[in-house]
């Protein structure tokens, strides 16, 4: 079958959202000729070679549009990490608060990345696949691909949703443009022959919105980071190095419970101020800093700006505790970000804040015995308890099988998608 699959973010972006098309890609390839649509904007001459190499094809578009936009944003990020940096030294000398925004940008309508349309719709054309596969986010993908096959009835559709679309638990989207934006999802799912998400949350949900059981899970998993190191042991003496490398945002995802608890018991005198860093690599950064200085913890917060993907992987690595931020708001129950699938790819507790008990992040966790609470990082740091050493979880077997038995039932649609197995 020939195959186009259609995503905005693809490497060498280094976004966790370029990371499920790069595996579906390669899996795909497996069985059937596949011709992944994405931009042009952000590919080197390198990747030209990697391209090449490839067992698939990559449509890179140009846009004269997309890539004057892709330009500025690069420019805005690097402008609103170097202010943070350099905030964050003024604050200390200063005692002074270091604000920063956050910087994430949330993928309602109307966006710029719309116009990446015209290109898109041009390379489809080109192609004439007999299936289009849209990723969300961002939505566009979704527009085009919907548009494309509404013009072209014996193309099949399949979109496959990260993240909800018009019920984003993130962002209400913005009257009138909401109502637009829920027509045109109702479309897409009316029209198309698969729909597929990351957890049993946003399954039901996506459910609910297709009338019917309809929806295909295929979870995420971490893509191959071969040139990060394995950390070494922590030398005795050292501090307890706690990591994220994500975004962060106000009372979505806020590490403050955790700086509540470190000044807590520094201020008992039950550990030292060098005893414990949380490290926090992140392109957005949110008002960490300005937290940091209001709850006294700056002393605990090392702020390593953003760094490429070999090198936030290796500082998982070399941590001791992994933290995972989500909102606790009951919408987001059903969300598994792929920061969680990365996670459990290591052999390192996960701290997670924010998804109560209910929540699928909870249960994966539990599933696999690999939650960490703020009580048992305090037994830690008391002695109490002995940092656990667990055992990595690879989702990428039965993420691949259940993604192949999807495309087959397109052929043989008695087949059950749903039947791969669980990973151990």
């Known amino acids: 079958m020939r195959i186009a699959l259609l995503a905005f973010h693809f490497r060498p972006d280094e976004a966790v959202g370029a990371i499920r ?10 069985e059937h000729e ?54 964050a030294g003024q604050a200390r000398a200063a005692g002074g608060p270091a604000k920063v925004g956050s910087g994430v940008l949330t993928y309602r309508m109307p966006c710029l990345h719309d116009l990446w349309l015209p290109s898109a719709y041009r390379a489809l054309q080109s192609i004439r696949p007999e299936l289009v596969i849209a990723t969300h986010s961002p939505y566009i993908s979704l527009v085009t691909a919907l548009l494309y096959c509404l013009n072209h009835p014996d193309t099949k559709l399949w979109v496959d949703f990260r993240d909800l679309w018009a019920d984003d638990h ?15 999802e109702k479309r897409a799912l009316a029209r198309a022959e698969v729909v597929s998400t990351v957890s049993q949350g946003l399954q039901a949900a996506l459910d609910r919105s297709l009338g019917a059981a309809r929806t295909r899970l295929i979870y995420n998993c971490p893509g191959q980071c071969a040139d990060a190191a394995a950390g070494a042991p922590r030398p005795a003496g050292a501090p307890l190095t706690l990591s994220y490398t994500g975004s962060l945002f106000d009372a979505w995802r806020d590490p403050a419970p955790l700086l509540q608890r470190l000044v807590a018991l520094r201020a008992d005198g039950r550990i030292a101020p060098d005893a414990v860093r949380f490290c926090v690599a992140s392109k957005h950064p949110g008002s960490l800093l300005e937290v940091a200085h209001r709850l006294g ?21 070399q941590s001791d505790i992994l933290v995972l931020l989500e909102s606790p708001a009951p919408e987001a129950r059903g969300v598994l970000t792929g920061k969680l699938f990365e996670y459990l790819a290591t052999d390192k507790p996960i701290l997670a804040l924010g998804p109560d008990q209910h929540s699928e992040i909870s249960r994966v966790l539990e599933q696999h015995g690999r939650r960490l609470s703020l009580d048992d990082l305090e037994r830690i740091l008391d002695g109490r308890m002995s940092l656990p050493k667990q055992q990595p979880v690879d989702y990428a077997l039965v993420s691949r099988q259940q993604l192949l038995a999807a495309v087959r039932s397109l052929a043989a649609p008695d087949r059950d998608a749903a039947s791969c197995c669980q990973p151990q």
């Open 297 to 317: 913890a700056e002393g605990f917060v090392d702020f390593r700006g953003a760094l490429p993907r070999a090198e936030s992987i290796a500082l998982q690595r």
């Open 21 to 30: 098309p790069e595996n579906w890609a390669n899996w795909l390839a497996e």
């Open 170 to 184: 993130k962002s209400t989207g913005l009257p009138p443009f909401s109502l637009l934006e829920r027509y045109l």
């Open 34 to 87: 596949v011709h992944v649509v994405t931009r042009a904007a952000g590919a080197g001459p390198g990747d030209a070679s990697a391209d090449a190499a490839a067992p698939y094809r990559v449509v890179r578009t140009r846009s004269r549009a997309i890539a004057l936009i892709e330009t500025l944003n690069a420019w805005r990020k690097r402008a609103r990490l170097q202010r943070a940096v350099a905030q």
